[in-house]
């Protein structure tokens, strides 16, 4: 074909075909391969040539594949044909790097005359080739091939045309990856990558559909979780859970909707069941918990056994589907229990606002310097001489006035800002105890030192640089922590006591007596004193047990030198019996409640002068 018996008519027509294939509204795979079928044809047409294909490139360019070809002969053919680049190298590389690729004679031309000896079963039969290749995203995708039988000298309109029909192609492949990506995007923000179930995200769509439509009718919630997982995890790896997780999913995908079902946290499935009966649900609850678990699951060689509680959420119209999950997680948090069913309850919800207003204001008192130190006296059993003082910390709250001990430091525990206040703690002591001591009072005072706080890294630098900042002699301070705390993971913990007693500190077992280890590991433990817990103290009075029990804890320090600390005395008997029973030392509302410093002051002197 040549530039005068090109017909700019019959151009204009099939570009208009191009265009509408081009913005066609279904672009997918099987409507991709139509259209460049069809395009092949309406190519031939337009160039006037034999044979028109199409050809895809692998990922690694090491091959091209046909993926349609057109012939005017046979019509429209899918040949499983691939050619190497090994066998055509040079012609590769060019194929990736021209905008066009003209043929004269394929039977001479160095590029790709061993090509058509050896591929191509009408080989003999083409003279001519023009090749165009198709660049999407600045890559090359492909390319169209256009073949004549008879030698044909490419002119540039044609050229030109075979370039701009390759754009076409482009933009389709364009399109039908674009929404390959959109396809795969979606996927991702609407399915658990794991499971293949729906996320939260899914999940909250889909069920805000189905509330709608049955607005007449309540549901319900129920969140499933596999009980202490962290600690299956933690036994067999991240690999061997998550297959662990899709076996879960896969048995309640058995006997749960898809359309019903999703996984919104590691072990974690949200279901949505259309009965707003408390008695219905917490059965169906019952059901799934039970067929999920009743088999063990098999890991590798082992055979684990699973326990699964529920907490459901009755649907309340007035709520969205994202209140009402949080609503089955208000219900789970706090279980320490294993397969439960518990329903959410209003006043779940108000304590959870409760402790996180408790919990804010908690780190506010802290950056206010909302709490102190009250002292309660530690006396002599022997001789009533006062020797110092346990320092209890308090919290003043400027509007709630002073809020007891059990309500915040459990929550101090678990947030971690017990650290930061124990510190905090710290540093009045010893700025009382510097006061103390520049007036000719050497007492000696005990802090309290949470589990959390004993057990975290660098706890002994940190505590004995803001001692030596303050200008205290350690040796004044005693750090308190539960029996609990020293019996477990019991080398660190000797290793830990070793660091404090080298600083000049001493440590002192609180609440002595209430585990059963004690006794064994006792004369290990390289600590100072034992501090024999309230509950063996209160029945001294009446119970002969109990005297002898002290007195086999107070022997027993002695023996290992010792000192042992009675709490909670309350009446004159009972300092008279523990005294007669050799304790060294007491503390308890027999002396005084803790009492906040101006008031303590006043105690002294009262006491001293007695």
């Known amino acids: 074909m040549t530039e005068e018996n090109f017909s700019a008519q019959s151009y204009r027509k099939h570009q208009e075909k191009l265009f509408d294939l081009v913005r066609m509204p279904d672009v997918n795979e099987e409507t991709v391969q139509q259209a460049i079928g069809y395009m092949c044809e309406v190519v031939a047409d337009m160039l006037d040539v034999d044979t028109v294909s199409i050809w895809h490139f692998a990922d690694t360019y090491a091959s091209i594949s046909c993926q349609v070809a057109y012939s005017k002969e046979a019509g429209m053919s899918y040949p499983e044909l691939t050619v190497y680049r090994a066998d055509a190298p040079v012609y590769f590389d060019a194929l990736r790097t021209n905008r066009v690729l003209p043929f004269d004679d394929v039977r001479s031309h160095p590029w790709v005359k061993e090509l058509y000896a050896q591929y191509f079963v009408e080989g003999q039969r083409i003279y001519s080739m023009l090749d165009a290749p198709i660049y ?25 045309i075979v370039s701009t029909l390759s754009d076409f192609i482009a933009i389709l492949y364009l399109r039908l990856e674009r929404q390959s990506i959109e396809a795969h995007v979606t996927r991702l923000a609407y399915t658990d990558a794991l499971t293949g179930l729906m996320n939260e995200n899914a999940f909250v769509e889909q069920i805000d559909r189905i509330r709608e439509e049955a607005s007449q009718h309540l549901g319900s919630l129920i969140y499933v979780k596999v009980d202490k997982f962290r600690s299956v995890e933690d036994a067999l790896g991240l690999e061997k859970s998550d297959a662990l997780v899709k076996e879960v999913a896969a048995r309640l995908s058995l006997v749960v909707e898809s359309s019903m079902l999703a996984r919104i946290s590691q072990s974690g499935f949200m279901i949505w069941t259309p009965y707003g009966d408390r008695i219905k649900a917490y059965g169906i609850a019952d059901m799934l918990c039970e067929t999920v678990t009743k088999e063990p699951y098999t890991v590798g060689a082992l055979d684990v056994v699973l326990t699964m509680s529920a907490f459901i959420a009755i649907e309340d119209k007035t709520r969205s589907t994202l209140d009402l999950i949080h609503a089955t997680r208000i219900a789970e948090s706090g279980n320490v229990q294993r397969s439960v069913v518990t329903f959410y309850e209003p006043e779940m919800g108000e304590q959870a606002t409760a402790q996180l207003t408790l919990e804010m204001s908690l780190r506010k008192g802290i950056a206010l310097n909302e709490f102190t130190l009250y002292y309660q006296p530690k006396i002599d059993a022997k001789t009533g001489r006062l020797n110092g003082f346990e320092g209890l910390m308090r919290w003043v709250h400027p509007k709630k006035g002073l809020i007891p001990p059990l309500d915040f430091i459990p929550l101090a525990e678990s947030t971690g800002v017990i650290l930061a206040l124990e510190e905090q703690m710290l540093v009045l002591a010893c700025r009382q105890l510097k006061a103390w001591h520049a007036s000719d009072r050497p007492y000696r005072l005990a802090l309290n030192l949470s589990a959390r706080h004993f057990l975290s890294e660098g706890v002994v630098e940190k505590l004995s640089r803001i001692v030596k900042d303050m200008g205290v002699c350690p040796t004044y301070l005693t750090f308190e922590i539960t029996e609990s705390v020293g019996m477990e993971n019991q080398q660190h913990v000797i290793e830990r006591f070793v660091a404090f007693r080298n600083e000049g500190f001493s440590i002192s077992i609180d609440d002595f007596g209430t585990g059963f280890s004690a006794f064994v590991y006792l004369k290990h433990y390289p600590i100072h004193e034992i501090k024999i817990d309230r509950q063996f103290i209160q029945v001294t009075e009446n119970d002969p ?21 009675c709490e909670g005395i309350e009446t004159d008997s009972q300092r008279r019996t523990l005294k007669m029973l050799g304790c060294d030392e007491m503390q308890g509302f027999h002396f005084s409640r803790p009492l906040p410093i101006e008031e303590l002051e006043q105690w002294i002197a009262e006491y001293e002068t007695t």
Not at 138 to 159: L, Q, S
Not at 546 to 563: D, H, M, P, Y
């Open 545 to 565: 047990t109990g005297n002898v029990i002290v007195q086999s804890i107070i022997e027993l320090a002695r023996g290992l030198g010792l000192k042992t600390v």
């Open 136 to 160: 999407a995203n600045n890559k090359a995708k492909g390319v169209i091939c256009c073949e004549t039988f008879a030698p044909r000298a490419w002119t540039y309109m044609e050229e030109l």
